[in-house]
């Protein structure tokens, strides 16, 4: 007898806390936690009343006094980090550390070292954690590498990731050097993760040949721009660049092939757009894959990472990987790598 959509088993509602009131919190969470029925339990802000506001807007259950509050919730099961750069490694570190899985935003880490030691405390429990790549887990992105693995634009050649956006404001945190800001770190994580990604089919991890790039005026240290130009072992070439005082909004992830091109047009932005165009000699043909915002099929994955114990693709040691290209980019362009925030937080320290 088949059991009706009643009796089918249920995966039990992740039970999250939020650490602060960050703007991408609506976007990453609280909209998608209304299709995936995430609870909402707890969150704290630098600014009680502030948290108390966020709550009542969006539902959260409690507020909390003090991050370190939210992860010793009980209820709590995982923590979502979107605070800033800096702030990412040491609460992440704390919440692993109290048992708690980690939903993080990118980059992990301020540097390489911080997030190998993120990914040292990690393999030490089996808590599940998980960076914020949202894009990858939309049908765009299996889609483009499925009609890769055709051969309907030939053998890969280049893969072109842009990353390029009007600037923010000059009071902006992402041109902040002690939190961990830049270009690189806001944008070019996207670029240098997409290309990444196809590490499986190229032979395995992109190598940098060389980079470019160029420092905010007034923010020393702070990259405005920087271009990356990558090889993977089978030769194929890539070029993964980010501007944040762009002319212009592109976000966009090209492959070049011998036979033809395929490219998602806004890869980091599929609610809004969601075309994948290839080009060949047949002609040219727009294929649409859906506004499901990616954020929600992110929540998804990791819920389901939590609930089976099977880390998702953007886990710890994945993490390492990207960071360790990032600091590579900031040495080849003459820029240090972010400065390490790895001091464990102490119970009264909000930021």
Not at 152 to 162: A, D, F, K, M, Q
Request: glycine share 8%.
């Amino acid at each position: 007898m088949t059991r009706g959509d009643d009796e089918r088993p249920r995966t039990e509602p992740l039970r999250l806390g939020l650490l602060g009131a960050a703007r991408i919190t609506d976007l990453a969470v609280i909209k998608p936690a209304r299709t995936t029925g995430t609870r909402l339990v707890a969150v704290a802000a630098r600014d009680r009343s502030r948290a108390a506001a966020f709550a009542d807007a969006h539902g959260i259950e409690r507020v909390h006094e003090s991050y370190l509050d939210v992860i010793d919730d009980p209820e709590v099961e995982a923590v979502y980090n979107p605070l800033a750069n800096s702030l990412h490694a040491p609460w992440n570190q704390a919440a692993l550390a109290a048992g708690k899985h980690v939903f993080t935003e990118k980059p992990s880490a301020s540097n390489a070292a911080e997030a190998e030691d993120v990914a040292a405390l990690a393999r030490t429990t089996d808590r599940q954690f998980f960076e914020g790549f949202h894009y990858l887990w939309h049908p765009l992105v299996p889609r483009l590498h499925e009609i890769l693995a055709s051969g309907e634009i030939g053998e890969l050649r280049h893969v072109e990731t842009v990353m390029d956006m009007p600037a923010p404001a000059a009071s902006d945190p992402r041109w902040s050097l002690g939190l961990s800001g830049g270009a690189l770190m806001d944008l070019g994580c996207y670029s240098l993760h997409s290309q990444r990604l196809l590490a499986p089919t190229l032979g395995g991890e992109p190598v940098l040949v060389s980079a470019t790039g160029g420092e905010r005026a007034g923010h020393p240290g702070v990259d405005e721009w920087l271009t990356a130009e990558l090889e993977f072992p089978n030769g194929v070439t890539g070029t993964a660049g980010c501007n944040m005082a762009s002319d212009h909004h592109q976000m966009s992830h090209r492959l070049i092939g011998t036979a033809g091109e395929a490219t998602i047009v806004d890869f980091v932005n599929p609610h809004d757009d969601d075309r994948l165009v290839v080009t060949t000699r047949a002609g040219r043909r727009t294929e649409h894959l859906g506004r499901r915002s990616s954020y929600t099929y992110q929540l998804e994955a990791f819920t389901t990472a939590v609930r089976t114990g099977v880390p998702a693709r953007t886990d710890a040691a994945d993490a390492v990987l990207t960071m360790r290209l990032i600091d590579q980019c900031y040495a080849a362009v003459g820029m240090s790598p972010r400065p390490s925030h790895s001091d464990t937080p102490s119970g009264s320290d909000l930021r």
